[in-house]
């Protein structure tokens, strides 16, 4: 059996509808960055409560820290997005819109996050949203193509969804998109 380092066995075991030691391993990581590759390679972790909680760990860094993301760019675009556990969905979502995008990435990353609106979670389909209108802020393009979609699920999604929606589409329409809030806000499965 592999010997994990001991910044990765922090996020092993325990209660699996917990976050456990993640908020332990953000404070070790802000204190070293040296770390955030390490976190990083674990969100693609064979063990799925590793693989969430690194998943926490790096969206909670990037939020104080979105530059450690730049080297790892390629791989959330690809790798990281094609993860089908909806715990590392919702906050591969909340990151994508933290890197510096061409045209052409953003697309990729909104073509991403646009599916994740047919994921059962409803955090991640609240947390796409999200994405969707961060990453359309300042691309008209874009932004013509999400509008509907929010609308439509601002319509029929469930109750975070229609409130993250109602917010999400007057701020476009002010071309003030704020950043991604904790799904934890709008907790709905």
């Known amino acids: 059996m592999e010997r994990l380092h001991p910044e990765v ?25 040296t770390l955030f590759d390490l ?10 409560l590793i693989a969430m909680r690194a998943a926490d760990a790096v969206e909670k860094v990037t939020a104080r820290r979105p530059e450690l ?10 790798e990281l997005a094609s993860i089908p556990q909806q715990e590392v969905r919702w906050h591969v979502a909340q990151m994508l819109p933290r890197l510096s995008l061409s045209a ?18 409803g955090i991640v389909r609240t947390c796409a949203m999200q994405a969707l209108a961060e ?14 979609f929010l609308r439509r699920l601002t319509r029929d ?4 969804m229609r409130a993250r929606g ?21 907790r709905t499965r």
């Open 157 to 160: 999604g469930t109750p975070a």
């Open 135 to 148: 990453l359309a802020a300042d691309d008209a393009e874009l932004r013509a193509r999400v509008v509907p």
């Open 39 to 48: 976190i990083f390679d674990a969100i693609a972790s064979d063990d799925p």
């Open 9 to 33: 066995a922090k996020l092993g075991g325990g209660d699996p509808r917990s976050i456990g030691r993640s908020n332990e391993v953000v404070a070790d990581v802000l204190a070293d960055p």
């Open 69 to 78: 993301l730049r080297p790892h760019k390629r791989r959330l675009l690809t």
């Open 104 to 121: 052409r990435e953003r697309r990729q990353a909104a073509g991403i996050v646009e599916s994740y609106l047919d994921d059962r979670s």
């Open 166 to 186: 109602r917010r999400l589409l007057a701020e476009l329409d002010k071309g003030e998109v704020s950043g991604a809030r904790s799904p934890g806000a709008d």
